[in-house]
């Protein structure tokens, strides 16, 4: 068991940590309610390795694949759920839940993926509402006989397109559930596997037919209220690394032209180019971005976020603009290695902790500096500023939402692991 300082002793930390960024002009009382006002979707799929809980042998596939084989995942939707409040217990704010189409609960029954309706969530919601979560979606588009060819939505099988189609359009319509059940807009985000292992030699024919098919499955006028759609693009994944049909300019060009949501994942470019610069670039053009932040280790590896430099710079990207409200916040990692509640609580904790040092940046002096093009003050204070007080607003931050204080967290998973996890077979 980990020990941590006392209540006074933060206490009195934040009390000097708030005068020393006071100094700095910063309000940290104003950051920190902008703080509890920014919710981050946590995705579902950390909890069983993304797995599902459909009535067939799960499969693995489309280019994902969680390592590892940590003792204790979930189940069942009901450890599942127990697991994720688990995490939410133990991180500060009021948050989403981000749901894929196979974790359906059918009742036994074997409901294909096209034939998915709102029903099949029926539970996913009332946990939601409960909890005072909103809730977003994603078709799973991958794992299943249909997609063994490595193609669906611009599959050359028509009748796989149609039944991928099918699918889409089942997943709009039970995030527009969602969205008015929980009342607050669900993201239903669109991603698909489709690719080549090798060299093609017909880039473009996969692209044209999932123009079409996309077109298809936003056809129906579904209210912004209730659901909003987003498409993600990828550079390559296992199985696809000369090719994805999906690609960054493909999805650009389809968001800005339909109007769409686009989904920029953290993983999904080449390994040295990050998300954050990408930002503002196409918030220029569309209203609103769907980030899944995430973390690659040389490649598309999803591993759990950490507070680097790439989340920091992302944070800052969304405080600096003022673009919380035009940007959905998004986690996408899977890592099966270590125990997956504490992947959540990390990850999740690292996402918000980023967002509240961007919030207590002094960004009016960085500015000022820049715009008298002093830029040696510029990179001297951002040197200087990494090192202000942030963890001990964290610190009361947390104390005063309830939640576990720094180690403290880490403690609770021990227990948990002890009393939940290690009683599963
Ligand atoms: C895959 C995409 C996608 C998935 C989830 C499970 O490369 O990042 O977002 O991780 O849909
Ligand atoms: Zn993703």
Redesign the pocket.
Known sequence: MFSRPTDLQIERSFAVASEVYAAYGVDVPAALSRLAEIPISL?C?QGDD?GGFENVEAQSG???QATGNYPGKARTADELRQDAEKALSLIPGRHRFNL?AMYAETNGKCVDRNELAPEHFARWIDWAKALGLGMDF?P?C?AHPKADSGFTLSSADAGVRRFWIEHCIACRRIGAAIGKALGSPAVT?V?I?DGMKDIPIDRNAPRQRLVEALDAVFKEEIDPKLNLDAV?S?LF?IGSECYVVGSHEFYLGYAVTRKKLL?L?A??FHPTETIADKICSVLAYLPELLL?V?RGVRW?S?HVVILNDDLRATAEEIIRHGFEKRIHIGL?F?DASINRIAAWVTGTRAMLKAILIALLEPTHLLRAAEDAGDYTARLALLEEIKTLPSGAVWDCYCLERGVPVGTDWINAVKQYENDVLAKRG
């Open positions: 995705h799929w993304v489309g280019g994902i894929h994603n799973t991958f985000n991603w596997p993600e990828k994944g989904t994942d993983g999904h899944h995430s598309d999803d996408d899977f």
